[in-house]
């Protein structure tokens, strides 16, 4: 993570993982997101919990796990933030899936629900664009994160997890986003309602085009 000038740098995700000594460095650098007034915003998914109900499909690749979980992130985030708020998204760049997320999000501007819109209905989703990786330090803060989440979720007492503790304790452990477990997952996809609303969106978009 950086604040201010670009030569105050916290350790690489190698270094990170592996020595003890980055410790009080990661306790300062995990205060930096408060001092900023950042909040966090996370998504996560199993491929494996759901990769058998579309394995061969034609929308295969649009279900990807990136694309569920950057879709599951946004819509809790967007019924979380306050009513009269817009939201503006900076993804690194993805070259595999970035495509089939940008349909995705799309969609979900598509969507009237109220959550999702502010009083006058205009979709809180605002836009979003990519970055190169490496191209701002504005991203360097979600990919510790990230990182920091993973080792929480894989195992909570293991020396990774104890290390990337300050970084989850940033803005008192609390965030907008959602873990989707097996069961809901499944049922998402299952229903066919995530799929449908991409799918219908993708074809306005191309109507829109021609």
Sequence with gaps: MESGNRSSKAPSHEKLRMKERHRALLVRAGAVPDKCGLTPILGGVRFEDYSDLIKGKRDEKLMAGYVVCCFAMLVNTLRGIPKNETLEIVFEQQLIHGGNVSIALHALQSVSMGELCLPDGTPKL?????????????????????????????????????????????????????????????????????????????????????
């Design 126 to 210: 605002s836009s979003w664009r990519e970055v190169p990786k490496e191209a701002t330090v504005l991203t360097e803060i979600a990919d510790y994160y990230a990182y920091a989440l993973f080792q929480q979720w894989k195992d909570k007492r293991s020396f990774k997890s104890d290390l990337c503790e300050p970084i989850m304790k940033s803005g008192g452990g609390e965030g907008f986003g959602a873990i989707l477990r097996r069961p809901m997952i499944r049922e998402i996809i299952s229903g066919g309602q995530l799929l449908f609303a991409i799918e219908e969106a993708e074809r306005i978009r191309r109507k829109r085009l021609l």
